[in-house]
């Protein structure tokens, strides 16, 4: 049985960083061509796609936030890490944690749809 | 970045009625090589996290009820609930997974009329 389950703070204040940790069970994250991905909402609004990091531990970023943004992981506690610096009011979000199936091609692996996730986790950005 | 653009943003749709939701993406999701159009579709319900309906643009994800249906192929797509019911009430997201840098759609919110 698959699952991911998202923690982070309760509350961040503008300026400082924000750390989540995403835990799975059911899949590996080393082994096979499964991957994790960290997608936000903020609230009433769409989906965001932030991060992404491969069975291999390659690491892709959102264009627009790749400045702010790290995702690394801890594969014997299966757990996927993502910090965002710098944070502010409009970073208030739900942030999801998903698995992705990856694929190889010639210009080397991609992620593709997200066939599971996390209840996500509201993280408010105020002083 | 492709852009992905939802229409219509929101839709009201009789019991038992079709709904019908778009997706336009600004570059093709076709890879030529084999055939597979590189676009999803979700759910998302209030208050829970998203849920894959579609996958390949019309591959029905396991224990997807089969009024769901994807259709289209290079920069257009539909999903098409053929007979709506209460339980469809949710928003509607596309996303593309032809490049690395994955997107979605803005959203549609399906409402019974």
């Known amino acids: 049985q698959v699952t991911l389950k998202e923690s982070g703070p309760v509350l961040v204040k503008p300026t400082e960083t924000l750390t989540l940790t995403c835990t799975v069970s059911?899949?590996?994250?080393?082994?096979?061509?499964?991957?994790v991905s960290w997608i936000r909402q903020p609230p009433g609004k769409a989906l965001e796609w932030l991060a992404h990091?491969?069975?291999?531990?390659?690491?892709l970023y959102s264009t627009s936030l790749k400045s702010r943004l790290t995702i690394s992981r801890d594969t014997s506690k299966s757990q996927v890490f993502l910090t965002m610096t710098n944070v502010d009011p409009v970073d208030t979000a739900t942030y999801y944690c998903?698995?992705?199936?990856?694929?190889?091609?010639?210009?080397?692996?991609?992620?593709?749809?997200?066939?599971?996730w996390g209840q996500g986790t509201l993280v408010p950005v105020s002083s | 970045d492709i852009v992905m653009t939802q229409s219509p943003d929101s839709l009201a749709v009789s019991l038992g009625e079709r709904a019908t939701i778009n997706c336009k993406s600004s570059?093709?999701?076709?890879?030529?090589?084999?055939?597979?159009?590189?676009l999803s579709w979700y759910q998302q319900k209030p208050g829970q996290p998203p849920k894959l309906l579609i996958y390949?643009?019309?591959t029905r994800e396991s224990g997807v009820p089969d009024r769901f249906s994807g259709s289209g192929s290079g920069t257009d797509f539909t999903l098409t609930i053929s007979s709506l019911q209460a339980e469809d009430v949710a928003i509607y997201y596309c996303?593309?997974?032809?490049?690395?840098?994955?997107?979605f759609g803005g959203g549609t919110r399906v409402e019974i009329k």
């Open positions: 998903a698995r992705a199936e990856e694929y190889r091609y010639e210009s080397g692996y991609y992620p593709h749809h997200f066939d599971y």
């Open positions: 059911g899949f590996s994250l080393s082994n096979g061509r499964m991957g």
């Open positions: 990091i491969f069975s291999n531990d390659e690491k």
């Open positions: 570059q093709s999701l076709l890879y030529e090589s084999n055939n597979k159009n590189y």
């Open positions: 390949w643009a019309s």
């Open positions: 996303q593309q997974y032809y490049e690395k840098m994955l997107t």
